[in-house]
């Protein structure tokens, strides 16, 4: 057969179109003239053997024709006319006729050079392409990031009323200097602020565990917060639902609360308690965690307890007594 085109471009007999393609461009960019200017008069031979190689094998009728005859046959084809009894016997099929391409015009097609432009400047450009195809491939790589995890973090409201701190220790998978995967523990410290809400979400970036060629993913902890056995949170109000008998509700009561933070709060009611009448007390409620010094208010929802049943003397006072009340 003469010259091995499969051999210049380093491929097996079965290559695919993209096989070509590759092997092309990965000895194209090799043999540049432009890159081998200690030596250029040999990178241009084989530059132009590349090229010759990829233009033949990589239109199938060429293909077929080189496979068949040999070089020879495309080389007789290109110097005699497309008709001629010569030209159909040298490639073997009526009519053809083998027009190489020049090595640069097809280096300018796979690295998109123009008529205007130097030899040195499309290999330059060539060069800057490949190296930005490579650069946002790392890029790409760097930027591939573990998806998040998130833990619920429980809270009293007592906690979420003062604010504190909490620690949690955490255990994650880490490559050693070998590159197996090993087991750290680490401890976490969470200030959690005075105000903060169910659902507001502390990131630690990339906490999470780690892989060769990932981004470790960010551990978010995201607070719950723990069910009171008297308070209920509102936004930034507390609400409470305080029991009391009719006989307070009609005579007047004090109430002794203790605050979400230790104190003694004494909510004193000296008029008429009627069905569900609510009474606000400002600036009781939790604190605000955008303005710290602001709170929400502290609400008291009464629910009056109604005697199950009076004896005929009670009720005989109760008339006496309230006779005239409505007036």
């Avoid at 005989?316 to 009340?325: E, P, Q, T, Y």
């Amino acid at each position: 057969m003469g010259v091995d085109y499969y051999h210049i471009l380093r491929v097996n007999r079965n290559a695919s179109e993209e096989d070509l393609k590759k092997a092309y461009k990965r000895l194209a960019m090799k043999w540049h003239p432009d890159k081998n200017p200690d030596n250029k008069k040999e990178a241009e031979a084989k530059f132009k053997q590349i090229s010759e190689a990829y233009d033949v094998l990589s239109d199938p009728h060429k293909r077929q024709i080189y496979e068949f005859y040999g070089e020879q046959s495309l080389q007789a084809a290109e110097s005699v006319g497309p008709y001629s009894a010569a030209g159909s016997q040298a490639a073997g099929n009526s009519g053809f006729r083998y027009n190489p391409r020049d090595a640069k015009d097809i280096f300018d097609e796979f690295f998109g050079g123009s008529g205007d432009v130097s030899g040195s400047d499309r290999f330059k450009r060539a060069n800057g392409n490949a190296a930005e195809i490579g650069r946002s491939q790392e890029k790409k790589k760097a930027n591939l990031k573990a998806a998040a995890i998130e833990s619920k973090l429980v809270c009293s409201l007592e906690e979420l009323y003062k604010g504190c701190r909490k620690k949690m220790r955490i255990a994650r998978s880490v490559p050693d200097e070998f590159g197996r995967p090993k087991t750290v523990e680490e401890i976490l410290k969470i200030d959690i602020k005075p105000g903060w809400k169910k659902g507001t979400k502390i990131t630690f970036p990339e906490k999470g565990n780690q892989e060769p060629g990932v981004t470790p993913a960010d551990l978010i902890f995201v607070v719950d917060e723990k069910p009171h056995a008297f308070y209920k949170r509102d936004g930034n109000d507390l609400v409470v639902d305080q029991k009391i008998s009719l006989l307070e509700a009609l005579t007047g009561v004090t109430l002794n609360l203790t605050t979400l933070d230790g104190r003694n709060l004494a909510v004193s009611m000296t008029n008429i308690v009627k069905p569900g009448h609510e009474m606000v007390i400002p600036n009781e409620g939790m604190p605000n965690s955008k303005e710290p010094t602001k709170r929400g208010d502290l609400i008291i929802k009464f629910d009056i307890t109604f005697p199950s049943r009076l004896t005929t003397e009670q009720k005989s006072d109760l008339r006496r007594a309230l006779s005239g009340a409505d007036n």
